[in-house]
């Protein structure tokens, strides 16, 4: 079986143009050159008793990115691929919970090492690395001209330990292995469509799986050229296309509504973009996509933890995600009776008409071996084996022909006067207003018993909320239920997102209406907003206290920007 360290091996010696980082270029012979050196310096370090050698990585998307996760493979260590958003504490958890021998980052990067506690001249400070810097050059320097490893890793060798995107709680340290990497370097290839000449434009953050996974790997195995932006951003995205002659892009999230939220660049309908894959997208975000850019849009669905994969086959209908990929048995289970749940019935329109019934979560039936585990939690193991299936945490639905949709994150399941509700059809009903950029649909508290629904929008640039528009928008969804009108509307400048672009909704079930953003109040089904001011706010929490529930009140204090 292959391995990542193969993978890397097989562009020794190639000239084609690999990397690409603003006006910088390397080869791939480069390429591996500098991972070579970097192999070489990792194994002239001590090896901890009984494991490899685990190397934190707090870099934004930068060619030492590449070079240490290529290091790594040739050597037989481990990358920590650390999360730049996490800050102090918590920060400092996942890299001590990852057992991380030492920290590689950059002197923008510095600042968090600090705060974290993980610098300074305690006896448990971390060692660490900061690129670009003379010290950094002076460690490399004694390996320059030193050969790749003879080390040959076995394909069952952790290699990447990925943090899940916390868009729904604390993230976990999924375990992915050399042979792992590689199978998904070879066949993500034909999905992604990446041959030799492709340009592959890597804006998503390397420390999550979807870059690493779906573009840098495949691009790699092909031998095709990436090129690197140190984070995303949607008024750069366009630019680069360009500038790059970008053939392919992966996504994750919203990514796709906040470039087009920018001002169109009479280049893009000629662009050299051919194709997108990602995931999340509502399907007006992909037609409009893909009608700028002159590419086709893909999305399908996936995780870092790996087991299941959904592609879109040619008959796939625009909205769903498609079909199981290599033969899995996948299907939608109550969470509660772990029975299927009935498949969906959608009206002449094409509208789902009962979400609550269809709606489970996508279960892997027999597939628990392939899962390689999270890093020493054994608790978060358990939420996803159960017996021989494997449970991926996310809510979704099939339809008669057998096609998968998505539904939202496991903790996006509602319970709203005793029925079950998912977010993510709600936000699709919502964002068919042409008012609206984003909308997050997430549970409150009730009062007396149960949730309530809250939605936070982003509203389109130069677009003010207008309570009633919303209301006539509303009115005209045949297929929202009585259950899924908003009781609580909330109005932000700019939805917040984790690192890899999913909607962080944290924060926002945790601020509630306690926050300084307008918040618009509804007394049901068909009923108009209102503002929740401060004294509809004193009665709403008067309620929870007269039914003992003010322990579940959001907390005091938000903020705007969430």
């Not at 040619?314 to 109550?334: C, F």
């Not at 709203?416 to 997430?442: C, F, H, K, S």
């Amino acid at each position: 079986m292959l391995t990542f360290a193969d993978v890397v091996r097989s562009r020794s010696g190639d000239d084609h143009l690999g990397v690409r980082a603003g006006a910088a270029v390397w080869t791939w012979d480069q390429v591996v050159r500098e991972s070579t050196i970097r192999a070489n310096y990792l194994l002239s370090q001590p090896r901890p008793a009984g494991r490899p050698r685990h190397i934190g990585i707090l870099l934004d998307n930068v060619p030492d990115f590449v070079f240490w996760v290529c290091a790594a493979a040739l050597s037989g260590s481990v990358i920590v691929a650390a999360n730049p958003t996490r800050r102090g504490a918590e920060l400092a958890g996942d890299i001590r919970h990852t057992d991380c021998d030492l920290l590689i980052t950059s002197e923008e990067r510095w600042p968090l090492v600090e705060a974290a506690g993980l610098a300074g001249p305690s006896a448990d400070a971390l060692p660490t690395l900061i690129i670009g810097t003379s010290e950094y050059q002076e460690a490399l320097s004694r390996f320059s001209a030193a050969g790749l490893p003879a080390i040959e890793p076995d394909p069952a060798d952790t290699l990447l330990l990925l943090f899940s995107s916390g868009s729904t709680g604390a993230p976990k340290a999924v375990v992915c292995s050399q042979g792992r990497l590689a199978s998904l370097a070879e066949s993500l290839r034909t999905r992604t469509e990446i041959d030799r000449d492709s340009v592959t434009y890597v804006c998503m953050p390397l420390f999550h799986g979807n870059s690493l996974m779906m573009n840098l790997a495949p691009a790699m195995h092909a031998g095709a050229t990436v090129c690197l932006a140190p984070r995303f951003t949607a008024s750069g995205f366009s630019r680069d296309v360009h500038r790059y002659g970008v053939t392919f892009v992966n996504y994750v999230g919203r990514a796709l509504s906040y470039v087009l939220a920018q001002p169109p660049d009479p280049r893009d309908a000629t662009s050299t973009l051919r194709l997108a894959v990602g995931t999340e997208a509502s399907a007006s975000d992909v037609r409009a996509f893909a009608e700028r850019f002159g590419c086709r849009v893909s999305e399908g669905y996936g995780m870092s933890e790996g087991v299941v994969r959904i592609n879109r086959t040619p008959e796939t209908p625009d909205d769903a995600l498609g079909l199981p990929v290599g033969g899995l048995d996948l299907r939608i289970l109550d969470p509660l009776t772990e029975q299927e749940c009935p498949r969906a019935v959608r009206g002449a329109d094409g509208r789902l008409l009962n979400a609550q019934e269809a709606t489970g979560q996508i279960v892997a039936i027999g597939a628990a071996g392939a899962f390689d585990g999270y890093y020493r939690n054994p608790g978060a193991d358990a939420e996803r084996i159960r017996g021989g299936n494997f449970w991926t945490g996310d809510l979704g639905w099939r339809d008669e022909r057998g096609f998968f949709y998505f539904a939202g994150r496991g903790a996006d399941w509602l319970r709203v006067d005793g029925e079950n509700l998912a977010a993510a059809p709600i936000e699709r009903i919502i964002e068919r207003w042409d008012d609206v950029t984003v909308a997050a649909a997430y549970a409150v508290p009730d009062p007396r018993t149960g949730d309530q629904l809250m939605v936070t929008l982003q509203m389109r640039p130069g677009v003010s909320f207008d309570p009633d528009r919303l209301v006539r928008h509303l009115q005209e969804q045949s297929d929202l239920g009585t259950k899924a009108w908003p009781r609580f509307v909330r109005v932000i400048e700019e939805l917040p997102t984790t690192a890899s672009g999913k909607l962080a909704k944290v924060g926002l079930r945790r601020q509630g209406w306690h926050v300084d953003d307008p918040v618009y109040e509804s007394t049901g089904f068909g009923t108009g907003f209102s503002v929740l001011d401060a004294l509809a706010r004193d009665r709403l929490e008067r309620e929870f206290a007269a039914h003992g529930r003010d322990v579940l009140l959001p907390q005091q204090g938000g903020v705007a920007r969430g």
